[in-house]
Each structure stands twice: as C-alpha cells, then as structure tokens.
C-alpha cells in the first residue's frame, strides 16, 4: 500500500532563518506531488504541484520554492522565512492520470514563525 | 476557471439524525468532485469522489453525496450522525479537461451534539 510521510510535524523557527520541509512517498511510481498552505485551520492554497523530477508549477508567487530531486522526494524551502509563512503546510500525491484520482495527505507540518 | 463554495461554515446536527454538508461548484468543463475530513492537527482523508456516472457516490464511514449538474452542486449527507463525524470537511473540484490542480472550499464545521 502507498503512504506518504512528511516531516517534521512541528516546527518553530525564527524570521530570517532558512525552511526545509521534506515529504516522501511509498509504495507508487511517477506520482503527481503537490505542496498545499493552511491558515487558520481553513481554506487550502496550492503552493506547488509536480509532474516528475525536476518540474515544479508554482501556483502562487512567494517566499518559498519547491524541489523534487527523485521521483518521490518533494522538498519545500525558504531562504528567509517571513512570519507570514506560518501556517500549517500538507504534501500530498496522487495517481498521474487525467484527474480523477483523488490526492492522498500527508499529517502536516505546524510551522510558527517568531 | 474553478471554484467550490461551502456556503456554511457550521453545522450543528444532533446524534442519530441525518445530516447534510453543502457545495456548489464551478468550472467550465466536467467536473471531478471530491470530499474530505479533516481531524485537528492532521491532514485530509479522502471520502469519496464523482467522475462519471450515477449522481448517488458512496465513500467512506457511511458517507454519501449527490451530485446535481443542474444545481451545480456535491452535498455531503450521512443518514445518520456519529459523534465521531465531528469534523471540518472539504470540497473540492477539478475541472475534468486534465487541469492538475484541486480547488478546495473553505470547509464546513460538523459538530455531532450526543
């Protein structure tokens, strides 16, 4: 069966200082990979998305970027964090197909910046 | 372009009793329609999808949902409540002419009163 990690799940870091989010998934091959931001425990914004190694769509234009270095390795990154960039941040996969299989989340990463 | 709404952000529905989650959505092709939950502090697990075919879906837990074209509307319902269905729950849509992203609603509270 497929699982998704994703780490760490919580994360405090100071404005300035730099962000790595890592998520990695098991079990599939050549998975569609995305990056979503939650605030306040609502809506969801697509911040990446994936279509193999190497290709990144970036949704919205922001502090942060987003690297798939293997097939199943989908980083999210800052330089300089903002506190703005606090929120709770979701990696998920899914089928590579035309659209109609479902995204599978990962547990998240609390990130607070101070 | 696409978009879902959830137009309550609260729903309050005693144990035992039917209960309903609204969605109304819009895109410019065929829609692929989505439901999740969300439990505090984890990511969204799938409940069930419509792609084609009967409007009736059933999904996950005893969840359900009925997709309308004419209403351009996906509504959540379970004939019976659990406690253990207290929850905010997600919407999504994905136009069906091969966009890879999944617009998410701004999600609906459910709480299960005993």
């Known amino acids: 069966s497929q699982t998704i990690h994703q780490w760490p799940a919580t994360l405090v870091q100071p404005v300035g200082s730099p962000l790595s989010l890592e998520c990695t998934v098991e079990?599939?091959?050549?998975?569609?990979l995305y990056w979503y931001r939650q605030a306040a425990g609502r809506g969801l914004q697509l911040l990446f998305y994936s279509v193999g190694i190497g290709q990144i769509s970036s949704e919205v234009p922001q502090n942060l970027s987003a690297s798939r270095p293997q097939d199943r390795q989908f980083i999210l990154s800052s330089k300089k964090l903002l506190l703005s960039d606090s929120g709770f941040y979701l990696c998920a996969w899914s089928v590579r197909d035309r659209g109609g299989s479902p995204l599978h989340f990962g547990n998240g990463t609390r990130l607070t910046v101070t | 372009a696409q978009s879902v709404a959830q137009p309550e952000d609260q729903v309050n529905v005693a144990e035992g009793n039917p209960l309903t989650v609204k969605c109304t959505y819009s895109?410019?092709?065929?829609?692929?329609l989505f439901w999740y939950v969300q439990y505090p502090n984890r990511g969204l697990q799938f409940l069930l999808k419509y792609i084609t075919g009967d409007n009736l879906v059933k999904g996950s837990y005893g969840f359900e949902a009925e997709f309308n074209k004419s209403q351009t509307s996906f509504h959540l319902k379970k004939p019976s409540a659990l406690v253990s269905d207290s929850a905010l729950y997600f919407c999504a849509v994905r136009d069906g002419a091969g966009a890879n992203n999944l617009f998410f609603g701004t999600g609906t509270r459910l709480t299960v009163i005993p």
């Open positions: 079990g599939t091959s050549n998975p569609n």
């Open positions: 895109v410019s092709g065929n829609p692929y």
